[in-house]
Each structure stands twice: as structure tokens, then as C-alpha cells.
């Protein structure tokens, strides 16, 4: 299994970005594979901390109250490529965005998807910087 994250940058409060996680190693494609994929960001001195996740049937999702109603997080079947949809942009958003997988088939409730420990597998991390 490998993700491949890309799409942060320099932006300014109040812009957009979209972050994308190709994976490969197994398919995004909930009829074929079942799975919880996440992103998380991580700032200087700060532990790696949940974004928004999801498993793969869509039953169960998780957003961080923080980025709720700004940040989506989706999929793409056919690019086997997780989003992130980020609007409404603040300083305090700034970071290295980091995408997760946990290909088992196992199930977590909705906080439970926010635990780190869970992901087996990570993107090599992108940076976002909004400036103020």
C-alpha cells in the first residue's frame, strides 16, 4: 500500500485548497475493498491530529469540530483518490497535511477513526500555509 498526498500550498485566510491522496496497494472502490482512510495534520512541537476520515461504505465519518462546514473530505473511485476540500481558510489551519490508511476490514465508530493509531499506512505529507 502506498498514498501519494499533494495539493497544499501558500494560500491566503479566506482561499481554498484541495489536498489529494492517490492510493495504490487497494482499492478506494467500497464494493471491492473495505477500508478507513483520513487526513491528519501536524504542526512544530504538536502531535499529529485528526482532520476529517471516512470509511469506505460511508457509514460512519468523523470531522474535527474545528474545520466543520469548511473542510469535506471525498473520494474518487475511478482515481482511487481520497479529497479534501478545504474553503474558508484561517492561519490557525497551517500545517503538514498527512493522508492515512487502514486497509483492514474493520470497523470503528466515528471517534474512533480519529485515532492515529489505526492507520497503517501514510502519504509522505503536504505542507499548507495560510497566511493572515
Known amino acids: 500500500v502506498q498514498l501519494q498526498a499533494s495539493g497544499g500550498g501558500l494560500v491566503e485566510a479566506g482561499g481554498s485548497l484541495r489536498l489529494s491522496c492517490e492510493a495504490s496497494g487497494f482499492s478506494l472502490d467500497a464494493t471491492l475493498d473495505v477500508y478507513s482512510v483520513g487526513w491528519f495534520r501536524q504542526v512544530p512541537g504538536k502531535e499529529r491530529e485528526g482532520v476529517s476520515c471516512?470509511?469506505?461504505?460511508?457509514?460512519?465519518?468523523w470531522t474535527a469540530d474545528s474545520v466543520k462546514g469548511r473542510f469535506t473530505i471525498s473520494r474518487d473511485n475511478a482515481k482511487n483518490t481520497v479529497y479534501l476540500q478545504m474553503n474558508s481558510l484561517k492561519p490557525e489551519d497551517t500545517g503538514v497535511y498527512y493522508c492515512g490508511a487502514d486497509p483492514r476490514a474493520r470497523t470503528y465508530s466515528g471517534h474512533g477513526l480519529q485515532n492515529r493509531a489505526i492507520y497503517l499506512y501514510w502519504g509522505q505529507g503536504t505542507q499548507v500555509t495560510v497566511s493572515s
Open positions: 471516512m470509511r469506505s461504505s460511508l457509514d460512519t465519518t
